[in-house]
């Protein structure tokens, strides 16, 4: 292990001789004492106690920094925030609670010019270098001489079970699954990346990223995304979460993949808990192929393997699905009905109640191939939906839904209160909820793509927004009436779904 110990010490007789020789460009705080230090939630390692026992932090024209938490100041999320950079539009932080302090990065994700930088491998290391600068009169932050890329958590997680020899889809990746990387990002969030902080190619270091939400489409709404960040694994990786508020997407994401085998996944874990938890979970049984042979509408293969098994899901704290057509709850308003594509474009699943609303889960459906394609969640008020066109994307496909629900319940019944977790973990059932806004773009955009499912959509009316839903996260909200140039006015006429939901647009009513 580096040892930081003479490094710390010179850096701080440097220091100490800089604030003697111009008291007006640089002070110094006072220090704390090994009862202070012994005091703290993380541990303090020697090489850094070398330094605060005689710096507690330092300010010169253009920057402060305070090396450890005074008054309420607390340390969190793996790090210690040393200061702000470039007037408040970002941190540095470094790690803590590991056997040394470190690495130091400048994370600020705002602007045209999203950065994040890792200045140094610990902090001893950057305070050298930084009176180094500052002895030199060059005060401004170190900007990369090197570059490392971040990764999607996802990839990663899935990477992981390749390499265990599981999931034969995920082979069109790399066989190069990092075990204690896999352990930091559980199964992998769709809005998370991760910077690989070991093997660093050297410092400073920029990394490759970008904030998943955009400031340059105006919403509606005011614009308040944020990017929380974390060190993991006492150094070893940096987190970089988009918080997708009051924005829109800016980017794609990277999704969990589906399992070719979903439907049968779903069956079995969902009996599996109907078995364990029966007051929890309940199961309808499913249908013959004769009865499906029957319905209005085809019924694919990879769904009837499904509904023979399965009919209906009630699982405490969420709404019922009811898979098998004829339930009540399946009763939609004509209007209603006509706005959502009318017969053989959706297959209705379940009423979501919130507050004093009211929304229809239904599955999309191709009329001109009789794909069962993406869940979505539309209001059920015919007029709020054609005042406010708004929809939720809450999974691919049925399947992915099921494998959802079983795995939250899964996770809620290692805990207390089953259904107020279950419905906690599922707001996003109903639309706008809180969940990230794909872009609404007017479909003129598109023109002259080579994307035929974008190509296409720009046959549809003039004014009408859509997204492409095929690369979002899931669940997302997609608020039509928030994009800039939804008029204020307008009403919808009609959403449509092109390719079983793949791409959603809102036709608004001419004239």
């Known amino acids: 292990m580096y040892d930081a110990g003479p490094q710390a010490a010179g850096a701080v007789r440097a220091l100490k001789e800089l604030a003697r020789e111009r008291p007006d460009e640089l002070e110094l705080f006072e220090g704390f004492t090994d009862a202070e230090l012994d005091g703290w939630a993380v541990a303090v390692p020697e090489e850094v106690r070398v330094v605060l026992r005689e710096i507690g932090g330092l300010e010169t024209e253009d920057h402060e920094y305070r090396f450890g938490p005074r008054g309420r100041e607390v340390f969190a999320d793996g790090c210690w925030t040393l200061g702000e950079t470039d007037f408040g539009e970002g941190s540095l932080i470094v790690g803590v609670g590991g056997a040394v302090w470190g690495p130091v990065v400048a994370v600020n994700p705002w602007g045209a010019d999203p950065d994040v930088t890792v200045e140094a491998p610990d902090f001893t290391g950057w305070l050298a270098g930084f009176a180094e600068r500052l002895a030199d009169g060059v005060p401004d932050r170190p900007r990369g001489r090197f570059s490392a890329p971040a990764t999607a958590t996802v990839e990663l997680a899935e990477r992981a079970a390749l390499a265990q020899g599981g999931n ?103 009996r599996s808990l109907a078995a364990e938890f029966p007051d929890l979970v309940a199961l309808e049984a499913g249908c013959a192929d004769s009865v499906m042979d029957g319905w209005a509408l085809p019924v694919p293969e990879e769904v009837r393997g499904l509904l023979r098994e399965i009919g209906g899901v009630a699982i405490a704290g969420l709404p019922t699905l009811r898979l098998l057509p004829g339930a009540p709850e399946h009763t939609v308003d004509p209007e209603l009905h006509r706005m959502l594509g009318g017969d053989g474009a959706y297959w209705p699943l379940a009423r979501i109640s919130y507050g004093r609303g009211h929304a229809l889960a239904q599955i999309r459906i191709d009329p001109a191939t009789g794909r069962w394609g993406y869940v979505v969640s539309v209001p059920g008020d015919g007029e709020k939906l054609r005042e ?97 140039g939804w008029p204020y006015a307008a009403r919808l006429e009609r959403l449509h779904f092109a390719a079983a939901g793949q791409l959603a647009a809102a036709v608004p009513v001419r004239g």
Do not use: K
């Open 168 to 270: 034969p889809e995920l082979a069109t990746l790399p066989h190069d699954g990092d075990p204690e990387l896999a352990a930091l990002v559980g199964r992998g969030d769709s809005l998370t990346d991760l910077v690989d902080l070991h093997g660093l190619p050297g410092y400073p270091c920029a990394v490759d990223w970008e904030p998943y939400f955009s400031t340059f489409h105006h919403t509606a709404d005011t614009g308040s995304s944020e990017v929380q960040f974390q060190i993991v694994g006492d150094g070893r990786a940096l987190l970089l979460r988009s918080v997708v508020s009051g924005d829109f997407l800016g980017r794609a994401v990277r999704r969990h993949r589906v399992p070719a085998d979903a439907a049968r996944r779903a069956v079995v874990e969902l």
């Open 388 to 484: 406010y066109p708004e929809l939720a994307l809450l999974a691919e496909s049925l399947p992915d839904l099921l494998l959802t629900f079983a795995r939250l319940a899964r996770r809620a019944a290692a805990g207390p209160d089953f259904a107020a977790r279950m419905a906690r973990d599922t707001r996003w059932l109903f639309p706008n909820t809180g969940e990230p806004w794909p872009r609404p773009a007017p479909v003129g955009e598109w023109a002259g793509s080579a994307d035929p499912l974008l190509a296409a959509a720009t046959e549809l009316p003039d004014g009408t927004h859509a997204a492409d839903l095929r690369a979002v996260p899931i669940p997302s909200d997609l608020c039509f009436y928030r994009a800039a």
